[in-house]
């Protein structure tokens, strides 16, 4: 294979995770409305927004291979994003705390033929009851702004989670290797 291929996105999160695989790319942020439209189930904002972060960088990389994501958490009938700061992060892990959240990720691989291939992921993941005290250290400590639900489960965010259930714990990350890798290699990339 050798078109390019870029990520779609500005998550450091994402792009180390990417480096996994060992195949050579390069990251755009793409600017993109990330708004939810009315009565737009969670399921389908995730893959809509992969795809729309995928062909957005598409128009200044024409003959790439484009690979978008996004992530957000659900915990009930409420849907979780980035909470920006320590007051929304405290209140979306009062909400979660001892209930199951579910991770949603959409994931796009946009060929340079402009065909999208969209898949969902989800992760489940189980918080324990928290103290206000857990809380606040964990958000003083980890500042868990720039993550669906606040649930830095790669950092201490783990210390929040009684159990994870899921397909490829990657997900909960924000980028489901394992499926990546299946549509990479569909696609013709070399992978192991």
């Known amino acids: 294979?050798?078109?390019?291929?870029?990520?779609?996105?500005?998550?450091?999160?994402?792009?180390?995770?990417?480096?996994r695989l060992r195949i050579p790319f390069d990251y755009h942020s793409p600017a993109i409305d990330e708004e939810r439209r009315a009565e737009e189930?969670?399921?389908?904002?995730?893959?809509?927004?992969a795809e729309e972060k995928a062909r957005r960088v598409a128009e200044d990389h024409p003959g790439a291979w484009i690979i978008g994501a996004d992530q957000v958490a659900c915990c009930g009938e409420q849907i979780l994003g980035k909470s920006g700061n320590a007051e929304n992060a405290r209140k979306?892990?009062?909400?979660?705390?001892?209930?199951?959240?579910?991770?949603?990720?959409?994931?796009?691989?946009?060929?340079?033929s402009g065909q999208a291939r969209v898949e969902l992921v989800p992760y489940r993941v189980d918080l324990?009851?928290?103290s206000p005290e857990e809380i606040d250290r964990y958000i003083e400590k980890e500042e868990p702004f720039d993550c669906a639900g606040s649930l830095r489960a790669e950092g201490?965010?783990?210390?929040?989670?009684?159990?994870?259930?899921?397909?490829?714990?990657?997900?909960?990350?924000g980028l489901p290797l394992i499926r990546l890798a299946t549509m990479l290699r569909e696609a013709g990339f070399s992978l192991p």
């Open 1 to 19: 294979m050798t078109s390019q291929l870029i990520l779609a996105s500005s998550s450091p999160y994402r792009r180390e995770l990417l480096t």
């Open 41 to 49: 189930a969670p399921e389908a904002l995730v893959q809509r927004l």
């Open 92 to 112: 979306q892990l009062i909400a979660m705390q001892g209930r199951t959240v579910t991770l949603l990720n959409g994931l796009c691989l946009l060929a340079p």
């Open 128 to 130: 324990r009851c928290l």
């Open 156 to 173: 201490l965010g783990i210390c929040l989670i009684e159990r994870m259930c899921g397909e490829d714990p990657n997900a909960i990350i």
